[in-house]
């Protein structure tokens, strides 16, 4: 089984003095989460660095036959810079991490298609059109995508591009039937120097999900939603369409 794991959470003893101290703040590198102390891009760059590291790992174990092959994909046109760009992201994702190894075996949900979006100069994001592939007669819905930010990263110097959406799943999911999820997409923004010409590589999908303290650590306190991990799902392959910076 593939192991798909991408914990990022400072020990449970570091958590604990920062508890106790009424600490707000934490550390760039956690991905611990308080619910309303950062918004959303915030908790993406806190955790960017160890996601890429992570990703890395975890594709190079996935079967050749569940990754999205780049060089099967048509040739698009170029683009320059990310505001005001268009792109079509071929993705490939499931509706939920797949069982790690202190968790039960249960069935995951899968679903691929194409989504083109465009990165307005103002951070948010407009989506285009949505082209979901049938899997087992079953197809998801994009409700929304969020706005869009470029981190950029203190360990490579490179620049990284996050967003996420919002997605509604069908009536036979395994995990989620007819609810409402939202998946977080990150690429690295790859620039060509002789020509200035721009792509996204590595495209990854993380969702968020609550994690469960070992039994006694909260005691009396419900910790549900301050802990939280972001865990891969899938991949996806953007190219810059016909009308990118247009």
């Known amino acids: 089984m593939l192991s798909s794991r991408i914990l990022l959470l400072f020990t449970f003893f570091n958590f604990s003095i920062a508890f106790q101290s009424a600490l707000v703040t934490e550390p760039k590198a956690s991905i611990l989460c308080a619910s309303g102390s950062k918004s959303d891009a915030d908790k993406l760059r806190e955790t960017a660095k160890k996601l890429r590291e992570e990703a890395k790992a975890l594709q190079s174990e996935i079967s050749p036959s ?15 810079s990310i505001p005001n760009s268009t792109w079509t992201l071929t993705y490939r994702f499931a509706s939920d ?26 951070g948010y994001t407009e989506l285009i059109s949505h082209e979901p592939a049938s899997m087992g007669g079953s197809t998801l819905s994009m409700e929304k995508v969020w706005g869009w930010d470029k981190e950029l990263s203190n360990e490579d110097e490179l620049e990284y591009l ?85």
């Open 97 to 122: 991490p797949l069982p790690e190894d202190d968790e039960e075996d249960r069935p995951v949900s899968n679903y691929s298609g194409k989504l083109t979006v465009k990165f307005l100069a103002d």
């Open 162 to 246: 996050l967003f996420s959406c919002n997605a509604l799943l069908p009536s036979t999911d395994e995990s989620s039937p007819n609810e409402v999820v939202r998946f977080y997409m990150q690429a690295r923004v790859d620039s060509v120097k002789s020509d200035g010409q721009l792509s996204l590589a590595e495209g990854t999908v993380t969702m968020k999900k609550d994690v469960k303290p070992p039994g006694g650590f909260w005691g009396a306190f419900n910790g549900a939603g301050i802990l939280a991990q972001f865990r891969y799902v899938g991949n996806f392959v953007a190219k810059p369409t016909s009308n990118a910076n247009i």
């Open 66 to 80: 569940q990754r999205i092959n780049e060089e099967n994909l048509p040739t698009s046109a170029s683009c320059k």
